[in-house]
C-alpha cells in the first residue's frame, strides 16, 4: 500500500500549486482522506479533509478560501488546489488515508501516509 504525493515546488507568494496523491496497492474510495503539513522546526498540522464520496470537507482556518481539496476516485487520487500561496505556507505537505470513512482533523485517525511533497513559498 502506497500513497505518492507529488505536484510540490518553488512559488512566489500569490501563485498557485495543485497538489496530487495517487493511491496504489488498494483502494482507498471508502475511506477519508486529507492533508497535512509541517514546517521546519513545527509540528505537523492539519490542511484539509474530504470524505469518502467526497461530500463533505474541512480545512484548517489559515487556508479557507484559498486551499480546495478534492478526489477522484475512478483514479484513487486525491488533490489540493492551492491558490494565493503565502510563505507561511511553506511546509512539506503529506496526504494520508484514515481508517474510516470520516478522518477528521486528529493524524491519530489517518493510518496510511504518502512520503510528503516539499512546497516553498517565496515573498
Known amino acids: 500500500v502506497q500513497l505518492q504525493a507529488s505536484g510540490g515546488g518553488l512559488v512566489q507568494a500569490g501563485e498557485s500549486l495543485r497538489l496530487s496523491c495517487a493511491a496504489s496497492?488498494?483502494?482507498?474510495?471508502?475511506?477519508?482522506m486529507a492533508w497535512f503539513r509541517q514546517a521546519p522546526g513545527k509540528e505537523r498540522e492539519f490542511v484539509a479533509a474530504?470524505?469518502?464520496?467526497?461530500?463533505?470537507?474541512s480545512y484548517t482556518d489559515s487556508v479557507k478560501g484559498r486551499f480546495t481539496i478534492s478526489r477522484d476516485n475512478a483514479k484513487n487520487t486525491l488533490y489540493l488546489q492551492m491558490n494565493r500561496l503565502k510563505p507561511d505556507d511553506t511546509a512539506i505537505y503529506y496526504c494520508?488515508?484514515?481508517?474510516?470513512?470520516?478522518?477528521?482533523?486528529?493524524?491519530?485517525?489517518?493510518?496510511?501516509w504518502g512520503q510528503g511533497t516539499q512546497v516553498t513559498v517565496s515573498s
Open positions: 474530504i470524505s469518502w464520496r467526497g461530500e463533505h470537507t
Open positions: 494520508a488515508a484514515a481508517r474510516g470513512a470520516v478522518g477528521g482533523r486528529d493524524l491519530s485517525s489517518y493510518r496510511y
Open positions: 496497492g488498494r483502494t482507498f474510495s471508502n475511506n477519508g
